[in-house]
């Protein structure tokens, strides 16, 4: 059938309304009618791209009815849950990292209630957010105090701006990274009103570079976690230790570093990556360090600050510290996650049981998922070795080992992609050699149900 002919079809919203108005009487009218617009947009939209647009065994009217009230019960413009089956633990454009049931359980309670937010219970006067953190923070830590921001780029742009505006901080080149979102150290240095004093060369920076560059300009040494990238061969770099022996000379002069991820849990120890434990970065004396929430840590996306008291208290009287803090929910969420490493409950963590999964746990899931749906006459499925990322530009290099349901059908991985995308809950796969890849090292019992209702439901 020609796309004119397909694009003829197409029913007018007036009569897709009529049709299902009975179906979705509890719906007002104009929310109705946009879900029956945005369903003929969509239809438009695949005719044009010629998908569904061979094959089709109903008539178009139909399949827009049911994409109008599809679109009723889960709106195309509202966020959504789905199934990460990518193989990604920390998926930047899936949310980065879920939550613990723990977390999730305070924030509800949190929304339902009113909180004690601002409110010193035991004065009976109005009190800090800062303080409902800060102790749980120091104590997984070791730093002297803490506070949180919403993210880890507001944590680094605060602490350049409070500490450093019009001085110059001193920066190795092999640091100057850029992150998700075009951010750059160098553009949020600039834009705090601090001077970068660039050092040394992209493979290699010496302590003697530091030392040379030492003047009564200086306000701080910043030191970047290369998190998400490695350089790798002849290379050169400085630790954070060492950096604390320009102290001597120079007191006044900060040492901060920004680690990005930020991890509590010690994965070196198990094998899998070379992250520094937060607590043994602040255990060397830098003044001040910073961290994102949602990444390694598994919590609410924030920025969380540590370090010396003095320099706390300097960012916490800073007027961006107010533009800057987190929500109610923020602090419940991120206080159930801290109580969890405190515990040493790790596994109450999804990011780091994810992680930390053996392949044998999810070898299991998978063979147990392929003999439920290995029947399907449509698809060619199997078992495959594969490997895992950490992701959200978190060990780069690492690769933990996994096993896959490879799914093949005759009309292609891309098509197999969309139809799992366009489940009633959306289910994120990888294409490899025109094969989709479903990888369960995310996946809870729950969601391998969906999973395989989504295998069963393919044509």
């Known amino acids: 059938m020609l796309k004119s002919d397909l694009l003829r079809q197409l029913p007018a919203v007036h009569e897709v309304v009529k049709d299902i108005s009975s ?94 937010l601002e409110y010193n219970l035991e004065e009976g006067k109005r009190g800090s957010r800062h303080d409902l953190t800060e102790e749980l923070i120091k104590q997984v830590t070791g730093a002297e105090a803490a506070m949180v921001v919403n993210n880890n780029a507001a944590a680094v742009y605060l602490i350049l701006k409070a500490l450093a505006k019009n001085k110059e901080v001193i920066v190795s080149r092999g640091e100057l990274v850029e992150i998700g979102g075009s951010f750059r150290v160098s553009s949020i240095m600039e834009e705090s009103g601090a001077k970068l004093r660039e050092i040394g060369t992209t493979n290699k920076t010496h302590f003697f570079d530091y030392e040379r560059a030492m003047n009564d300009e200086t306000g701080m040494i910043m030191k970047v976690h290369t998190s998400n990238f490695k350089v790798i061969g002849f290379t050169k770099e400085v630790s954070s230790s060492e950096l604390m ?17 930020g991890a509590l849990y010690p994965f070196q120890s198990v094998g899998i990556g070379e992250e520094p434990l937060i607590s043994s970065v602040i255990a060397k004396g830098l003044d001040v360090v910073s961290f994102s929430g949602d990444k390694l840590l598994g919590g609410p996306q924030a920025g969380i600050i540590a370090g010396k008291k003095t320099i706390i208290d300097l960012l916490k009287k800073h007027q961006l510290a107010r533009v800057l803090r987190v929500d109610k929910f923020t602090i419940a969420a991120l206080n159930e996650t801290l109580k969890s490493y405190s515990n040493e409950e790790y596994k109450d963590i999804p990011t780091v049981r994810d992680i930390l999964k053996t392949p044998e746990e999810i070898r299991q899931n998978v063979w147990r998922l392929k003999r439920k749906v290995e029947d399907h006459s449509s698809l060619n499925i199997r078992v495959l070795e594969e490997f895992s990322q950490v992701g959200g530009g978190t060990m780069p290099d690492v690769k933990l080992p996994t096993f896959c349901l490879g799914i093949k059908h005759r009309k292609g991985a891309e098509y197999l992609a969309r139809t799992f995308r366009n489940h009633q809950t959306p289910i994120i796969v990888r294409i490899k050699d025109e094969e989709v890849l479903l990888d369960l090292r995310t996946i809870s019992d729950e969601e391998l149900l969906t999973i395989e209702d989504a295998i069963r439901s393919i044509d």
Do not use: C, F
């Not at 719906?27 to 946009?34: A, G, H, Q, Y």
């Not at 001597?248 to 991820?261: M, Q």
């Open 245 to 261: 022996k320009l102290k001597t000379d120079h007191p006044d002069v900060i040492i901060y570093e920004d680690l990005g991820s």
């Open 23 to 116: 179906e979705v009487s509890g719906k007002p009218e104009k929310e109705v009618t946009r879900a029956v617009q945005d369903a003929i947009k969509l239809w438009r939209k695949n005719i044009l791209n010629d998908h569904h647009a061979v094959d089709l065994k109903t008539d178009i009217r139909s399949l827009v009815k049911n994409s109008a009230k599809s679109n009723l019960v889960h709106p195309t413009h509202q966020i959504r849950s789905l199934i990460n089956a990518s193989g990604i633990v920390i998926h930047t454009n899936l949310g980065r990292s879920r939550l613990s049931e723990k977390s999730v359980e305070r924030m509800s309670e949190t929304a339902r209630m009113y909180s004690n």
